[in-house]
C-alpha cells in the first residue's frame, strides 16, 4: 500500500519555472522507479521522466534540457524542476511509483495529479 502527495502546481508566464513534489509513503520496495507523466486537455498521457532508485534518470525528447528529476531517499520525494516553461507544458502532471520485484514491476501507483498552466 502507497500513496503519493503531490504539490507545486500553479500558474506561470512563458519562460518561467517552477518545481513539483511528490512525497511517497508506505510500502515502497528497495527496487523502484519515480517517474512524472503529463495529460492536456484533449492528448493522451505522456511519460516526462523517471529516477531509479539507483540514481539514473531518463526524460522525455521533448524536456530534455529544460526539465531535471531528482530525488531525496531519506524523505521518499521526488521532484521535477522545470525551466524556460512553453505553453505546449500545460497539463495536469501525475507522479507515479513502480515497486520491482524479480526483475519487473510488482505494483504501480498514480497520485491525484497537480495542474501546471503556462501563460503566453
Known amino acids: 500500500q502507497v500513496q503519493l502527495v503531490e504539490s507545486g502546481g500553479g500558474l506561470v508566464e512563458t519562460g518561467g519555472s517552477l518545481r513539483l513534489s511528490c512525497a511517497a509513503s508506505g510500502s515502497i520496495y528497495s527496487i523502484n522507479a519515480m517517474g512524472w507523466y503529463r495529460q492536456a486537455p484533449g492528448s493522451q498521457r505522456e511519460w516526462v521522466a523517471t529516477i531509479y532508485s539507483g540514481g539514473s534518470t531518463s526524460y522525455a525528447d521533448s524536456v530534455k534540457g529544460r526539465f531535471t528529476i531528482s530525488r531525496d531517499n531519506a524523505k521518499n520525494t521526488v521532484y521535477l524542476k522545470m525551466n524556460s516553461l512553453k505553453p505546449e507544458d500545460t497539463a495536469v502532471y501525475y507522479c507515479?511509483?513502480?515497486?520491482?520485484?524479480?526483475?519487473?514491476?510488482?505494483?504501480?501507483?498514480w497520485g491525484q495529479g497537480t495542474q501546471v498552466t503556462v501563460s503566453s
Open positions: 507515479n511509483l513502480k515497486n520491482y520485484r524479480n526483475g519487473g514491476v510488482s505494483y504501480e501507483y
